[in-house]
């Protein structure tokens, strides 16, 4: 059996923003792992194998056990990187994280109000002096942009701001209707999530500045810029483990094929999880929609986000609900074969 390249860690719902489209906020009465729990489950991850951790939440810097557990990875030589608002990175933490060797993925949601109106008054300001921070510790770090119907025509704007702050990298995510977010309606449409990847694909295109498209399978079909990168998720690359230790289908739902805490160690959960035949139905799905299957990427693709497709359809196959092929607005044989 094989692990997986890297595990996404929800470390903790605590935060100190309220942003209108948090997803982990339904998480947040969890029985967290005890610190004991994670040092064991670091210790696990670098003995079989694992590369490569994210440590999210939430607001993980906020967490009393992020510096112990972060420590334990380091000196076991996992990588780590860190999702943060970035807000409450002070010159102390920087050093912190500059002696983690930790890479940043920070969000940012637009110009000034729009960034504020996403995450409260003042949070722009205080998200600029964390990069700042970030920056003089000689951190890398990669702008991450949640797109939603509030911010989707800023998204040229995002990649001029991570040129200007020095960014690595720019990402655009779209939000999921998880958790906030459903009650809120912030999450974008098809037509308005086109544009965003159409406005920061063209001024990826002008910059020459590189740009990632997260949660964006079907992007062959819309995107053709040299500096936009994309990805596939339906795959046994990535464990998603949330503070409770359980093992999610996704992060965004609540589909957990298997425990650390209930299996004993992280191997026999990975092992359960690998096994699970809503695991193999995900990664190889044996029916999808009449456009998936006559899609030139039917074979990377594989019917595009199915946690989207449980959150919009109520079924894990139905077909992306963002795809412009599975809503009808391009053909399937859009793009040449891959």
Aim: hydrophobic content about 40%; aromatic content about 8%.
């Amino acid at each position: 059996m094989e692990s997986p390249r890297y595990v996404v860690w929800i470390f903790t719902t605590s935060c100190n923003l309220s942003c209108l489209h948090c997803y982990v906020w339904r998480l947040r009465n969890l029985a967290e792992l005890e610190l004991g729990e994670k040092l064991r489950l670091a210790e696990e991850l670098a003995e079989l194998g694992v590369g490569y951790v994210n440590i999210t939440g939430g607001e993980p810097l906020l967490h009393p056990h992020f510096e112990s557990v972060t420590s334990k990875l380091k000196e076991l030589g996992v990588g780590l990187s860190i999702s943060t608002n970035a807000t409450i990175v002070d010159e102390e933490l920087a050093s912190l994280l500059s002696r983690l060797e930790v890479y940043a993925y920070v969000s940012l949601d637009g110009p000034r109000e729009v960034h504020n109106k996403v995450r409260g008054a003042g949070a722009f300001k205080r998200v600029l002096k964390g990069i700042e921070n970030l920056k003089r510790a000689g951190l890398g770090f990669t702008l991450v942009m949640a797109v939603g119907r509030h911010n989707y025509r800023y998204a040229d704007k995002v990649v001029e701001l991570a040129v200007r702050l020095g960014a690595k990298e720019v990402a655009l995510i779209p939000i999921m209707p998880s958790g906030r977010a459903r009650e809120t309606g912030v999450y974008a449409g098809v037509v308005q999530y086109l544009e965003a990847l159409k406005l920061a694909e063209n001024k990826a295109e002008e910059l020459g500045f590189p740009t990632a498209l997260w949660c964006t399978p079907f992007a062959p079909h819309v995107v053709r810029s040299r500096y936009v990168r994309y990805s596939f998720c339906r795959s046994l690359d990535v464990a998603d483990v949330d503070p409770s230790g359980r093992l999610l289908l996704c992060d965004v739902i609540d589909v957990s094929p298997a425990s650390i805490r209930s299996s004993g160690s992280f191997a026999e959960a990975w092992r359960r999880y690998s096994r699970h035949p809503t695991v193999q139905e995900v990664i190889s799905p044996k029916k999808l929609p009449e456009p998936c299957e006559k899609c030139v990427l039917r074979s990377s693709c594989r019917g595009g986000c199915f946690a989207r497709a449980l959150l919009v359809y109520g079924e894990l196959n139905a077909g992306d609900p963002l795809c412009p092929v599975r809503r009808g607005l391009l053909s399937s044989s859009s793009r040449e074969a891959l």
